[in-house]
């Protein structure tokens, strides 16, 4: 009957099997009593030759076994069976979709099941927590289970090296908090070095609390910025080597550098790049015989260029004026203060180290990425939660995830009572007060969820007054928060927490027993809990999202244990003085205070429902949008590591292809329409730039021309290139052509960053921004490739030459 009823719930075509496998796995049951541990233990080796031999992990059989087999190996370790509702969970994750689950049904003991199966073939699983205590608690409780199976169990920890976190990778089932897998995806795409990456190929993640990973932190981009890398003192140093630079240029008619003031552009001659050379090691920034073109001195050049520039393009007054000590930008076109502005490319802090006041630390973006766009990287997420029914369509949307209900284990019990509304916030915050009172003189545990950190401590500051023992948990004492919540069932206990705090604990009827001593005290106190009504919820406001209201409910009532809701309302909270339309809150206001609203909660309940499903329907769109523009923008993102990780593989001949590629580019801006003068041009910019001597016909024909110089120069390249050791050359163009693309890319991401903050404007003139957005960005990261491709040859061929002449 229990079976039926779960089908009658959740049957779908796609996993019409599932009650037959469920059946499967508990008829296994009574063969695998039988095995010694090691013949159990030998099952994961079988499994692992079938996989091998090529049965599918979605094949029925495959599924029943090795859930089989973890559910009698769970009981062997932990002495628990997974209940029919966690196999269910178990064959739902499988399956790439979210298990929806109430508190205390078992997500972790859930997730063992689809780890260890997926864990079978050798790619990996990743078991996605909120936090690095829930990482670290999964982890080693779950690892007994999975090392009696063989397999091998990693935590990805935030204070790692990287040898102890591709340990942790190269396991079979690695535990980490989202943050910590995100941030090393896009660490690994700015290694210099195949061996310092850390991760493999992404291939199936379970998220736990995937409500909160995948919807409430998808707003906000993980970014990686070069702020604090810099000791700004080098700005400093480099403003004087420059100032020196600049007068020794004066003195010799320009022979050092040349400037383009229409263009704003600071071209660096050859006899230029040995003077900067020198003077690097005189102001001590490199050792003699330390060339230019190694990985940290590239960057160099790019400072010394920015520093110049802060000289000759911007003035006092004219570009910026100094207030307060600080450089305020004067825009361009309208004249006035460009309050907060700053220059990028390091100008700014060249322009702080010229006027000589504090110079602030550039953030410059290296890498970003969303959470929504990262997990979409693997092969395949699941994710548990118990409440993610109210986002079922940004789920479907944007993760193509479907979302069934898992029922209990035991029927809920727990009363979810009426909202309470009050005029004023004094006069329900007295009736908490008086509820609280009632709640520890019948021995019943309560757990008062706030909004905020201030209205945590507003509410503590009562309950102070009114001399009740409380615990408090917010941000501000964060790391006690699972040792705060697993007391907050002890018999009349009082714990404040702000809406999110303590997500991911049981709150246990009775408190936790620290030892076994405390068994017989713990059973008393559970009763004593129990008969006196379990733990009572208090909401001190409605938030914006009906999800989070449901996930402090839920902390109430597990596994069949009785508890009551509630929340108290005023008209003066955020959500109701801030959101509700002003007539409908004049209509409020003239109701006669406490006894009419009382009258009416279950009207006002309803209109708050529907604000907060309005602002969810909002904030769907926000995060919507940002999925759009980060999935348009994670095209070139894929491309940018694609070509990245060429480079890193060492493949030269891809780089020999980018450097004919920039020839031609070259060539090809040249339209020979006066075909002496524009052969002249060319001549001499290949002279200046790569030491050639061009010789042709030029009485050929405009594409025999330039067939003829590409061929030429291809030559000519080639002799150059022999001069110097195979090895050498290729790592130094490894070198350039990887640290050169950075420095392309890092100015792209930025610029695409500042587009994309003003692209809303163009809708004023009738053009779709995603579109404009699209378009636009397309076209500069394409303008981006050929200015890598040609800055990279150009700085290969003036090093070449440099190395060459001595």
């Known amino acids: 009957m229990f079976l039926k009823k779960i089908f009658d719930l959740i049957f779908i075509k796609k996993y019409r099997n599932i009650k037959n496998i469920i059946n499967l796995i508990n008829s296994n049951e009574k063969i695998l009593n039988k095995l010694t541990d090691k ?19 979605y094949s029925n059989k495959l599924i029943s076994d090795s859930f089989s087999v973890v559910k009698e190996s769970s009981k062997r370790i932990f002495g628990i069976k997974h209940f029919d509702v966690q196999l269910l969970g178990g064959l739902i994750l499988h399956n790439n979709a979210i298990a929806e689950m109430y508190t205390g049904e078992g997500k972790t003991l859930t997730s063992t099941l689809p780890a260890y199966l997926n864990a079978l073939d050798g790619n990996g699983v990743h ?59 896009l660490k690994d795409n700015l290694v210099l070095d195949l061996n310092d990456k850390v991760q493999r190929k992404l291939n199936y993640a379970i998220i736990d609390e995937i409500d909160s990973i995948l919807i409430d932190e998808a707003r906000v981009p993980l970014i990686i910025s070069e702020k604090n890398k810099i000791d700004v003192s080098i700005y400093l140093k480099i403003n004087n080597l420059v100032i020196e630079l600049i007068n020794i240029n004066k003195l010799n008619n ?96 060249f322009i702080e180290a010229k006027e000589n006041v504090d110079i602030l630390c550039e953030n410059k973006n290296l890498a970003y990425i969303t959470f929504q766009s990262y997990f979409k990287l693997y092969n395949k997420i699941s994710g548990m939660t118990g409440t993610a029914s109210t986002e079922k369509d940004e789920f479907k949307y944007i993760y193509n995830l479907d979302i069934f209900n898992i029922p209990t284990n ?31 003189k019948n021995n019943r545990p309560v757990l008062i969820g706030t909004i905020s950190i201030e209205k945590s401590e507003l509410i503590s500051k009562y309950l102070n007054e009114n001399n009740i023992n409380h615990q408090i948990l917010n941000a501000k004492n964060h790391n006690l928060e699972a040792k705060i919540i697993s007391f907050a069932g002890r018999p009349g206990s009082v714990t404040i927490a ?76 955020n959500l109701i003085k801030n959101m509700l339309p002003n007539n409908i809150l004049d209509i409020i206001k003239n109701l006669k205070l406490n006894d009419d609203l009382k009258n009416n909660s279950i009207l006002l309940s309803k209109i708050i429902s529907n604000i907060q499903k309005k602002i969810e329907k909002n904030n769907f769109e926000i995060r919507k949008q940002i999925f759009i523009y980060d999935d348009i923008f994670n095209i070139q993102r894929n491309t940018f590591y694609f070509i990245r990780n060429s480079l890193l593989n060492k493949n030269i001949n891809i780089i020999n292809n980018f450097i004919f590629d920039s020839i031609k580019y070259i060539i090809n801006l040249y339209k020979f329409n006066n075909i002496k003068n524009e052969i002249d041009d060319l001549k001499l910019f290949f002279k200046k730039n790569f030491n050639i001597d061009i010789i042709i016909n030029e009485n050929n024909k405009k594409l025999d021309i330039k067939d003829s110089i590409f061929d030429f120069i291809k030559k000519e390249l080639l002799l150059i290139e022999k001069l110097i050791d195979k090895k050498k050359l290729d790592n130094m163009k490894i ?72």
């Open 735 to 806: 070198s350039i052509f990887i640290n050169t693309l950075d420095s392309v890319w890092t100015e792209h991401i930025n610029f695409i960053d500042f587009i994309k903050k003003g692209i809303y404007l163009r809708s004023y003139a009738n053009r779709d921004p995603f579109d404009e957005y699209k378009n636009d960005s397309f076209e500069m990261f394409v303008s981006m490739i050929k200015l890598w491709k040609y800055k990279s040859t150009l700085i290969l061929y003036k090093t070449m030459n440099l190395i060459n002449n001595e």
């Open 498 to 573: 702000t809406n999110m705090a303590g997500r991911g604990t049981n709150i246990v009827l009775g408190g936790c027993y620290l030892n076994k001593d405390d068994i017989e005290e713990w059973k008393i106190n559970n009763i004593k809990v129990i008969n006196s009504g379990g733990l009572h919820i208090i909401g001190t406001e409605r938030h914006e999202s009906r999800r989070i209201d449901n996930q402090l409910i839920g902390r109430s009532g597990r596994q069949g244990d009785p508890g009551s809701s509630r929340f108290y309302l005023s008209l003066e909270d």
């Open 39 to 57: 013949e159990l233990k030998n099952k994961t080796n079988e499994f692992k030759n079938r996989i091998k031999n090529g049965e599918n992990i």
């Open 410 to 440: 035991k029927p809920i019990i727990r009363k979810d009572l009426p909202d309470l509304f009050f005029v004023n916030e004094k006069d329900k915050i007295k009736k908490i007060i008086n509820d609280v009172i009632l709640c520890i």
């Open 127 to 185: 078991i996605v927590t909120v936090n690095e205590y829930l990482a670290k608690r999964d982890a080693e409780y779950n690892k007994l289970l999975f090392d009696f199976l063989g397999l091998k169990v990693g935590i990805n920890l935030s204070n790692m090296s990287i040898y102890e976190k591709k340990d942790a990778y190269y396991s079979d089932i690695t535990y980490g908090t989202n943050y910590e897998f995100c941030f090393d995806y």
């Open 254 to 349: 320009n022979k050092y550098f040349l400037i383009n003031f229409k263009e704003k552009i600071v071209d660096i001659t050859d006899d230029g790049f040995i003077l900067i050379e020198n003077l690097l090691i005189k102001y001590k920034f490199i050792k003699y015989g330390n060339l230019l073109y190694i990985n940290e001195n590239l960057i160099l050049i790019e400072y010394i260029i920015s520093s110049i520039k802060s000289y000759k393009f911007f003035n006092k007054n004219v570009d910026y004026i100094l207030k307060n000590k600080k450089i305020i930008l004067i825009d361009e076109h309208t004249g006035r203060l460009s309050i907060g502005k700053r220059l990028s490319n390091s100008i700014h802090q």
